[in-house]
T-cell receptor, first 112, second 114 residues
């Protein structure tokens, strides 16, 4: 089984709808991250969490919110989706002793 | 702030050709450097890393050497295979005392043909 899982893998939604993307990990890591990937822009950090009680904004947090329900679960919400949030979204984890991160398979979100 | 610059792709090579993907960085302090690979339809996977100057990271025939004097971390492979076709991301993580955040380059797509 994959160490980092994301659901759904693909989602099409309409402008103005609220949507939640979920991430779970079995690696036992305390740090979790949400990124979005756009063609030609690489990956940009949306939010990150260093433990259950710690939530931090990344470089592009506007229009997004997160919830760290448990050490293993970190969800990303779009309160009112807009078309320019169409992107590939990745969850990642790391432990506090190392810098490398482990990525989920991604969620492809399309907002029409 | 920290930044990573990669050569633009796509890079198209024939099988068994030599690969170089250039990566330079700007950072304060002494960052760790990484190469991640993204195969079609998948998430990113760590390919190799180097944590200090002159370190060489290697994995699956790929190598990269942390060059502080030129602020570079170029990815090389002596003989590419079709299965190496993917997008490659250079990244750095700077020590801030609390953060293990990564700064990514924009990615370089590699296409290897028979």
């Amino acid at each position: 089984d994959a160490d980092v899982t994301q659901t759904p893998r693909n989602r099409i939604t309409k402008t103005g709808k609220r949507i939640m993307l979920e991430c779970s990990q079995t690696k036992g890591h305390d740090r979790m991250y949400w990124y979005r990937q756009d063609p030609g822009l690489g990956l940009r950090l949306i939010y990150y969490s260093f433990d259950v009680k710690d939530i931090n904004k990344g470089e592009i947090s506007d229009g997004y919110s997160v919830s760290r329900q448990a050490q293993a679960k970190f969800s990303l919400s779009l309160e009112s989706a807009i078309p320019n949030q169409t992107a590939l979204y990745f969850c990642a984890t790391s432990d506090s002793r190392a810098y490398e991160q482990y990525f989920g398979p991604g969620t492809r979100l399309t907002v029409t | 702030g920290n930044s990573v610059t990669q050569m633009e792709g796509p890079v198209t090579l024939s099988e068994e050709a030599f690969l170089t993907i250039n990566c330079t960085y700007t950072a304060t302090g002494y960052p760790s450097l990484f190469w991640y690979v993204q195969y079609p339809g998948e998430g990113l996977q760590l390919l190799l890393k180097a944590t200090k100057a002159d370190d060489k990271g290697s994995n699956k025939g790929f190598e990269a050497t942390y060059r502080k004097e030129t602020t570079s971390f170029h990815l090389e492979k002596g003989s590419v295979q079709v299965s190496d076709s993917a997008v490659y991301f250079c990244a750095l993580s700077g020590y801030t005392g609390t953060a293990s955040k990564l700064t990514f380059g924009t990615g370089t797509r590699l296409q290897v043909t028979l």
